[in-house]
């Protein structure tokens, strides 16, 4: 029996129940049904129950749970299938398809088309060191390593990118290494209006692309997700994993970019590149420092130790 079958079946089985049950009413006994699957859970885990009879007592529970779902869907005019298949959708947004071929096949390069100066070379070499200014406080300068793709012309110097920083909070706590999160949204979404400005890579060949995605409005966006998703991590594991990144990560973040290009990226995308910088940050805070090489077209982000400990 399919999903649609179901939900007919039920509403021709309930049917003056359900011409007059109210929503809120229906969806209390969608709530009452959901704490019987609590407590029926319950037993199996205090060993009340077990085996078989545990598994047809859940069984009955999670038949009245989906029905009361069925009726609530029916009273607000829902097809069950319908809402299944967004449930689905919203699974695969947020964990992604099964392979990777899948995955990298359907991304945008959002500044695929434009001319070659306009677009973010494939691959990025930057040092973050860090220093002890006179008040103490450590501050990190970075640089743009050498690159043929940026200096055709070449110079072979490193060049600064953006201000020194310290961490700008009353207590240290890495936010200075935080161009490591720009640096995750460049390599994984191919996104960063912050770096674009900083790279000189504006698409000025497009005056409203120029305005509008490479814009101020677009670096505070990035510069205040950034922030956000900082404060958020101290309550996830500092995003230390790929499961640690949680929807509401993912929320922020598409809550922080509507109106940009970069909002139809899938969830898990925004994950992927929200895990690798804070990956990376952590590791520059641990070693003071360090070198990231963020790959466009691999869609990574790595770090490497500095060659020379530096001043902690």
Known sequence: MDLLQFQNHVIHAHAQACAATTGPLTACRLTAAAGDVAAAVSRGHDGTLAGRPLRLLLQDRLGHLLGATAALAASVGLNLSDVAAAGLAALDDFHGPDTDDVRWSALAAFDAGYPEPERFPRQLTVALRQHE??????????????????????????????????????????????????????????WSPNLRALLRRKRKSDPAVDECEDGARAVFAEEGLAAVLARLATDHNEFGTYEAVPRDAVAIARAATVGLEVHIVPGWLWRRAIWQGFAAMRQLTRHSGGTLVADLDARTLTYQKPAVPPVR
């Open 133 to 190: 200014n006179d008040r103490g406080q450590h501050v990190v300068t970075t640089t743009l390593r050498p690159n043929a793709l940026l200096e055709p012309a070449g110079d072979q110097s490193e060049q600064p990118l953006g201000d020194p920083l310290t961490d700008n909070a009353h207590q240290p706590d890495g936010y200075r290494f935080h161009d490591a999160i720009h640096l995750g949204f460049l390599a994984v979404l191919n």
